[in-house]
């Protein structure tokens, strides 16, 4: 079956550390998207990507980086940088204007 | 700017009961509209989506959400719920000025009493 696979579920981080998020299509997708979610806040875009080799920053990208080196894949790191890392992480990517969602990565700062 | 307001952070209703969750949004021209629902620490499913065409559109579930170009509104209903719908349910319109990006509404806590 065709999805989005985020791994992994669970993470925990101690404090200065940076942490990779997993995220992987097989829809054959263009564009991916990360998007950060905290209680009462809905979604927040972090990164995304149209295109292999290509990147935009979105609405709160400080202290996140990512790549997208392959159509299939773009990982999130979280850096240092990231002052307040803890919360509900998803991936998504979009085809005839319908988004697909991971099923998210809780992350905790420990 | 583009924006969609969901103006009910939390709803409660009874095992059975109608339901109307409100979506209004902000956008210039003929808007593309979506309804999805998370369940807990899931990611998000595609209830309904309004493109063009007839403004009643059903969706999985047994949802269906009526388009108001008026009241620019999308307010999602459903006739008599379930325990299994007790979720969180976001209201999006796809933003075509700008790399077709998808913008959010805050979200809508459903809880389902017995």
């Known amino acids: 079956d065709g999805g989005i696979t985020q791994s992994p579920k669970y993470l925990f981080r101690k404090e200065g550390q940076n942490v990779t998020l997993s995220c992987e299509q097989n829809l054959n997708h263009d564009a991916m998207y990360w998007y950060r979610q905290d209680p009462g806040q809905g979604l927040r875009l972090i990164y995304y990507?149209?295109?292999?080799?290509?990147?935009q920053k979105g609405d709160i990208a400080e202290g996140y980086s990512v790549s997208r080196e392959k159509k299939e894949s773009f990982p999130l790191t979280v850096t240092s940088a990231q002052k307040n890392p803890t919360a509900f992480y998803l991936c998504a990517s979009t085809g005839r204007a319908e988004a697909f969602f991971g099923q998210g990565t809780r992350l905790t700062v420990v | 700017a583009q924006s969609v307001t969901q103006p009910d952070i939390h709803i409660t209703v009874s095992e059975g009961a109608s339901l109307e969750l409100r979506c209004n949004y902000s956008y210039g021209a003929t808007p593309y509209l979506f309804w999805y629902v998370q369940s807990p620490g899931q990611g998000l499913q595609l209830l309904l989506k309004y493109f063009s065409g007839d403004t009643l559109v059903q969706g999985i579930k047994g949802f269906e959400a009526e388009f108001k170009r008026s009241q620019s509104s999308f307010n999602l209903r459903k006739p008599s719920v379930h325990w299994s719908d007790a979720a969180e349910y976001f209201c999006?319109?796809?933003?075509?000025?700008?790399?077709?990006?998808?913008?959010w509404g805050a979200g809508t806590k459903l809880i389902i009493k017995p």
């Open positions: 999006a319109v796809l933003n075509m000025d700008s790399n077709y990006q998808l913008i």
């Open positions: 990507s149209q295109i292999v080799n290509d990147f």
